[in-house]
């Protein structure tokens, strides 16, 4: 085996956001991100830190004995590794810090991406992501769920445009199934530096979608 094919590498990255206005809503925001189809390369280990602040919020839990979302910081590190040149494992450890400064743990979560290959480089792209998550009282009223993120975008030399029409699932009395729609417009300048918008909304459960100053 040569050094090659024996080589492992490791990516670190970071995401930082400010939520102004938290919805209600039975499950804690622990990730915010638009999947863009790139994966890890094969054999290669990635670590991305996110985090979330909620600045202004609602000031009761959404459930009894929930997170309080206002003031909160939400936060997932995820480790990923590229198995072939199209399909990527990860593991994500999710957390929160109340107002108060308290530590809370969110379980854990895997999931499997699957893309085209090379996405990274094509004009249009598209790839699914499924995950599995074991969540902890705090954060939501079922104990398990699973999500299914299909991924879907064009983009050119200057521009890039994703959707993930994000379909959650949670069973039990309190689950259900819901849509999360999530999609970004960026502007490329360069290679590692873009700017754009980012949209995340809940629907709510699919055949009964929750009014729109709800969602």
């Known amino acids: 085996m040569n050094n090659d094919s024996r080589k492992r590498s490791v990516i670190l990255g970071s995401t930082l956001a400010f939520v102004l206005v938290a919805p209600p809503a039975a499950r804690a925001t622990d990730e915010i991100q638009v999947y863009n189809a790139e994966i890890a390369e094969v054999g290669q280990w990635t670590l991305e830190q996110h985090l979330n602040y909620t600045a202004r ?3 009761q839990p959404d459930f009894p004995g929930g997170l309080v979302p206002n003031h909160s910081l939400n936060g997932t590190p995820e480790l990923a590794y590229g198995v072939t040149d199209w399909w990527e494992l990860g593991l994500y450890a999710p957390f929160a810090f109340d107002q108060e400064g308290r530590f809370f743990s969110n379980g854990f979560k895997v999931r499997t991406l699957f893309v085209t290959l090379d996405a990274e480089k094509r004009d249009f792209f598209y790839g699914a992501n499924f995950e599995f998550s074991y969540t902890t009282p705090m954060f939501s009223q079922t104990r398990f769920g699973a999500e299914l993120r299909p991924i879907v975008g064009v983009r050119n030399a200057a521009f890039e445009f994703i959707v993930n029409p994000i379909v959650d699932f949670a069973p039990g009395n309190y689950g259900a199934t819901t849509f999360a729609p ?12 873009s700017l754009g918008f980012e949209y995340y909304a809940d629907f709510g459960q699919i055949g009964n979608f929750s009014p729109l100053c709800k969602q």
């Open 182 to 193: 999530a999609a970004r417009l960026a502007h490329k300048f360069e290679k590692d530096f």
């Open 57 to 59: 919020g609602p000031t």
